[in-house]
């Protein structure tokens, strides 16, 4: 027989979105469950393999209150170092990435409400760590322990105000009574089929990465293939749940979030201590020359700042040939110290750019030498400067280089391979500002919430670093709070 539980609020998922949900309605005084597909120690979603929030803030002063160590050192550095993010660049950063599609009403909410929501994450026990000296990223802070041990404080945070997660746990259908409001959940459990009676659903059980077919089927030819940055577990039956009885699809269903990963990187990730998601990324790739195996450049490494180019990568690499490009380094960028993170990658190094090319197994390797001739000799004089857009260019090539150029001349020369790795899908669910999904008759269906990557609309083609650990905590409060009020109603 089926085993049946009751509460006031159920929450499909157990990564930041889910859980900053659950926290806010436990705090509005509900009874509240989670149910999570993943066992206990694969727990935490994509969320705990993640990095950072993007908020916007007014300078050092407004991150003091959250880090973790405030040694002498850090703050006068801090002062030295930290400007601030404003809301209207981050907003202006959204629109631009996503080409103007993102949704302006919850693009405004997203960026207009981080900031509390960190000072609500803080109060709730949560913590940041200094990062400011790191020229591959533009954070001024990123999660203490990274996104692992933030997953834990969730975890903490809700269990100490009385929550139950029931792990090991897949929610596969929701119940509606007669006139369609949302009633429950069907789950499967470790020992059999599990009914959770609630007044209020708050879907956030990740987007359809983790599908290969659903990855075929919207996005197209090879998606299929690529390997997973995060966990095996987001594979869309929370979007197909809520589609099953009607709520509507939003946003970019034919793109994605994916970035330049190391080539022998695994098919997917687990969260793991002393591990962040970004172990496998090979992030330093505005400073390289990027080639295909026809020796060919084909992006702007150099565009802009990394955090708004980086989402857009693997797409770029996964339509070269097989599917591989290859990150190329002077000696000079070793010097600079703007190759980070790629300690473990199994790289190839050569005294000239041809033995270079023949260990990487490049194709077509005269190519490979005229485009980095070519480079060369297009690269302009300027002041190299790691931590911004230096305007240090190369003109007259194609794809243009705006930022960051550096002649190839001292070597040795380095070189890695890498491949598109998959982060998450942009298509999601229609819903009103506080989350509540949308029916495809225009109406939202009364009891059920989405947040995280099940809420479409924010995200198209490209995405601006940290946007989505602060979209799921703002809509995940959001909706936590609403679904309180509206569970005890
Ligand atoms: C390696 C990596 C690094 C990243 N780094 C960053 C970063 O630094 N900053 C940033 O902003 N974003 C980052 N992202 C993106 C970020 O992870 C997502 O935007 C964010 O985690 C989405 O949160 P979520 O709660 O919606 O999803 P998740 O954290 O993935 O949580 C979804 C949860 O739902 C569970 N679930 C799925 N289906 C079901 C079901 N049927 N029933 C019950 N449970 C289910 C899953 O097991 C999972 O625990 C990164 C992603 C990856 C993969």
Redesign the pocket.
């Known amino acids: 027989m089926d085993q049946e539980i009751r509460t006031q609020v159920v929450v499909?998922?157990?990564?930041?979105?889910?859980?900053?949900a659950a926290v806010a309605a436990r705090q509005g005084g509900a009874d509240v469950v989670v149910?999570?597909?993943?066992p206990k120690e694969?727990?935490?979603?994509?969320?705990?393999?993640?990095?950072?929030?993007?908020f916007a803030y007014d300078g050092a002063e407004d991150l003091k209150p959250l880090l973790a160590d405030l040694s002498p050192e850090v703050l006068s550095r801090m002062n030295e170092r930290v400007y601030g993010y404003t809301k209207e660049q981050y907003y202006d950063n959204i629109m631009n990435v996503t080409e103007g599609q993102s949704e302006p009403e919850l693009a405004r909410i997203l960026v207009d409400r981080s900031y509390e929501t960190v000072q609500w994450m803080r109060g709730l026990g949560h913590l940041w760590a200094p990062t400011f000296d790191n020229p591959i990223s533009a954070?001024a802070v990123?999660?203490d322990g990274g996104?692992f041990e933030m997953?834990n404080r969730w975890f903490a945070a809700f269990e100490k105000l009385g929550g139950t997660v029931h792990y090991d746990?897949?929610?596969?259908d929701l119940f509606q009574d007669d006139k369609g409001k949302v009633t429950g959940v069907r789950?499967l459990g470790p020992h059999g089929f599990v009914n959770v009676h609630a007044n209020v659903v708050i879907m956030?059980?990740?987007?359809f990465?983790s599908n290969a077919e659903m990855r075929a089927r919207y996005l197209g030819p090879l998606w299929d293939t690529v390997k997973?940055?995060?966990?095996p577990?987001?594979?869309?039956?929370?979007l197909q749940?809520a589609m099953n009885i009607g709520a509507l699809p939003n946003g970019s269903w034919s793109s994605c979030?994916s970035s330049p990963q190391d080539a022998n990187r695994p098919a997917f990730?687990y969260p793991g201590e002393n591990k962040?998601?970004?172990f496998?990324?090979r992030y330093s790739y505005p400073y390289s020359v990027m080639v295909n195996h026809n020796g060919k450049r084909f992006v702007d490494e150099g565009e802009t700042w990394r955090g708004l180019t980086y989402a857009k990568m693997g797409r770029a690499i996964l339509a070269q040939p097989r599917g591989q490009a290859f990150q190329i380094f002077d000696a000079k960028h070793r010097e600079l110290d703007v190759i980070r993170g790629y300690d473990k990658a199994e790289g190839f190094k050569s005294d000239t750019l041809e033995g270079l090319a023949e260990q990487l197994g490049i194709q077509d390797i005269p190519a490979f030498m005229a485009t980095m001739h070519e480079y060369n000799n297009a690269v302009q004089p300027g002041e190299f400067g790691a931590f911004r857009p230096d305007g240090v260019s190369a003109v007259g090539i194609e794809p243009p280089r705006r930022n960051w150029a550096l002649k190839f001349d001292k070597p040795p020369f380095e070189g890695f391979p890498v491949v598109c790795?998959?982060?998450?899908c942009y298509g999601g669910l229609k819903t009103t500002t506080t989350c509540q999904v949308t029916h495809t008759m225009d109406r939202p269906i009364p009891g059920l919430y989405a947040?995280?990557?099940?809420?479409g609309g924010l995200w198209h083609w490209n995405y601006p670093?940290?946007?989505?650990?602060?979209?799921?905590a703002v809509f995940?409060r959001i909706a936590g709070t609403h679904a309180a009020v509206e569970a005890l109603a």
């Open positions: 499909v998922g157990a990564g930041n979105a889910g859980l900053s149910l999570e597909k993943a694969h727990r935490g979603g994509n969320s705990a393999l993640t990095v950072h929030m993007l954070n990123s999660f996104g997953s746990t897949q929610a596969v789950a956030a059980a990740g987007s990465e997973l940055r995060g966990t577990f987001n594979t869309g039956e929370g749940m979030h990730d962040t998601g970004d496998w990324s790795g998959m982060t998450f947040v995280g990557e099940m809420l670093s940290g946007g989505g650990m602060m979209a799921g995940g």
